[in-house]
């Protein structure tokens, strides 16, 4: 029998291992395994292609009841180029904040579900409590889809889900959708003295930037709105762009990436085809009329579904009975509430910490966040019992 170890130091112990997405969660996973082992309890193991990460399920009650799903992700941002006070990877404690990589996003939830694993085996007599952790969410939410498979193969169809993401401890449910795509533009090369001869990709990429930016602008003023966001509308983007190889050539070539969050029921498809119908029409054929083999393509690369679930949904009011809260809210920052919604799921997102301490450097997570969440799971697995 494992000994009990609290919120706090279970959190120390987890940050402790330097699971930055890029590098192996497996040493954290193990230590998970080994203390839930310690109270008899089961976890299974879905690992990536190289076996070097892995996900984490584990179900404290009868697995062939309806149960209550803890979802954390044990990969955590890189720190470089931040400029930490302390060592990031070594819990620090004052003035009631601990400090470390991941202690905000999501350590402090997972650390929080780990410490209370002796009451949910007391309290999940009929409603088991699920604890699913996944590796790989920082870099697109890839590990969890492994996870959400194994639980969709489980004998029965869970009743929630709570994706315990840094929301002070708020009921949040909904989150805008997440669409990022590449783009290329193909120019033809020629000397810069000789500009009509050459089509300038450099010039045209910034020509379609700017065609999304009046895009973004239309929906900033005309909507649609949805007033639980912040932003209240569609958010478009570009965060990339590389072209041009020397002052003096006409570039042939230049790459930029954009990305559209949008509101639940938004089609980003429709945007999508704005932004090609705007090169096809607006610029190409200027482009072409010098070299028809010029032009853009579109490639998507990673999207992530919006996620929405109604205010008096069963599993939101067991989540806000737990709470003992009201007040609901919605997030534009990607979770892994979509893919679980997406599998017919019904998840609410809910974790201790403030997401503003998220990926910065001297992360921090208050110790009022972890005795609140402790107080709101113990409620969760008791709640769900009767
Ligand atoms: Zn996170």
Redesign the pocket.
């Known amino acids: 029998m494992t000994a009990r170890i609290g919120s706090a130091e279970m959190l120390r112990r987890l940050v402790g291992f330097d699971t930055v997405s890029r590098n192996s969660n497996l040493a954290a996973i193990e230590f998970i395994r080994d203390y839930l082992d310690g109270f008899g309890i089961a976890s299974r193991l879905s690992f990536d292609d190289e076996g070097r990460k892995a996900n984490l399920f584990a179900t404290i009650g009868p697995s062939d009841q309806p149960g209550i799903i803890l979802s954390g ?1 044990s990969d955590v941002v890189p720190v470089d180029d931040q400029h930490w006070s302390s060592d990031p990877f070594k819990l620090r404690e004052d003035e009631g904040r601990l400090y470390g990589r991941g202690s905000a ?2 350590k402090g939830f997972i650390g929080t579900a780990l410490a209370l694993v002796p009451d949910f085996k007391e309290r999940a007599t009929s409603t088991p409590i699920h604890l699913a952790f996944s590796y790989d ?2 870099v697109g939410c890839i590990g969890v889809n492994r996870l959400i498979e194994q639980i969709g193969m489980a004998e029965a169809k869970p009743l929630a889900c709570v994706v315990g ?2 929301t002070e401890m708020k009921p949040i449910v909904g989150q805008k959708g997440l669409h990022v795509f590449r783009c290329h533009a193909h120019g033809h090369e020629a000397h810069s003295s000789r500009t009509s001869f050459g089509v300038n990709a450099v010039e045209a990429a910034a020509e379609l930037i700017a065609g999304i930016k009046t895009i973004s602008r239309r929906l900033r003023d005309e909507g649609p709105f949805d007033d639980g966001f912040e932003p209240p509308y569609t958010t478009l983007h570009c965060g990339t762009i590389h072209g041009g190889a020397a002052q003096n050539i006409v570039p042939a070539s230049c790459n930029f990436t954009f990305e559209i969050r949008n509101l639940p029921g938004h089609d980003p498809a429709l945007l999508v085809a704005e932004i090609e119908r705007h090169a096809r029409e607006q610029i190409e054929p200027e482009m072409h009329a010098v070299d028809p083999t010029t032009g853009f393509t579109f490639q998507p690369r990673n999207g992530l579904p919006d996620y929405e679930i109604a205010e008096d949904h069963p599993a939101v009011a067991l989540v806000k009975r737990a709470l003992g809260a009201n007040a609901v809210g919605k997030v534009s920052y990607m ?1 892994e509430a979509g893919l679980f919604g997406r599998a017919g799921i019904p998840t609410v997102i809910c974790g201790p910490g403030d997401i503003a301490q ?1 990926h910065k450097p001297d992360e921090f997570i208050a110790k009022e966040q972890l005795a609140r969440c402790e107080t709101f799971l113990l409620r969760l697995a008791e709640s769900a019992h009767t």
């Open positions: 992700h996003d999501m969410e920082e993401e840094p979770t998220a």
